[in-house]
């Protein structure tokens, strides 16, 4: 296999229209040479969800580590995701949040889980919403601004708001 493909499988995800179901409409997101790990490394508390209802009140630590690597830990189950090839991203996420605006910055960070699951961590504004980019499940409100999208090929996405507990 070759060794750029979890790369080149990021990219395909978060560079122009990847999927209108998948990432809810296109984003206009490039990869920066900046870290933003940081930003989003802390424990959060899954306050709203689409999709996925067993991770709602949940609370889970995102730890990053050497390598572009990450670790989610969901503290009530003890379970551990694994996450690679994780990039920083910036750029319009209009389509993906609701409330951006076409000239909205917004930082995130795309990573791959050993299923093969895309996990996309952004941070809007405070109150920040997924967008209507698809209509089958409600959008979900994140009154700090830190959201993450989890998306498999082919299938609905879920959305998760996270609120920060600790930083």
Not at 48 to 53: A, K, Y
Not at 120 to 139: E, I, Q
Not at 144 to 164: H, K
Request: with cysteine.
């Amino acid at each position: 296999m070759n060794e750029n493909f979890p790369v080149m499988l990021l990219q395909a995800f978060t560079t122009g229209c990847a999927c209108a179901l998948l990432l809810g409409g296109c984003s206009t997101a490039r990869f920066v040479s900046d870290d933003y790990s940081a930003e989003f490394q802390g424990r959060y508390v899954v306050s709203d969800t689409t999709g996925d209802d067993a991770m709602k009140n949940k609370t889970i630590d995102l730890a990053f580590g050497e390598g572009r690597t990450a670790t989610v830990v969901v503290e009530e189950s003890h379970r551990v995701f694994h996450l690679d090839a994780c990039r920083s991203l910036a750029g319009s996420f209009a389509n993906s949040l609701a409330n951006a605006t076409s000239d909205s910055i917004i930082h995130a960070i795309g990573c791959l889980d050993e299923d093969d699951r895309y996990w996309s961590f952004m941070h809007g504004r405070p109150g920040a919403k997924t967008s209507a980019g698809y209509t089958l499940f409600r959008n979900v409100t994140s009154q700090s601004g830190y959201l993450v999208r989890r998306s498999v090929r082919d299938r609905y996405p879920s959305d998760l708001a996270l609120e920060p507990l600790a930083k």
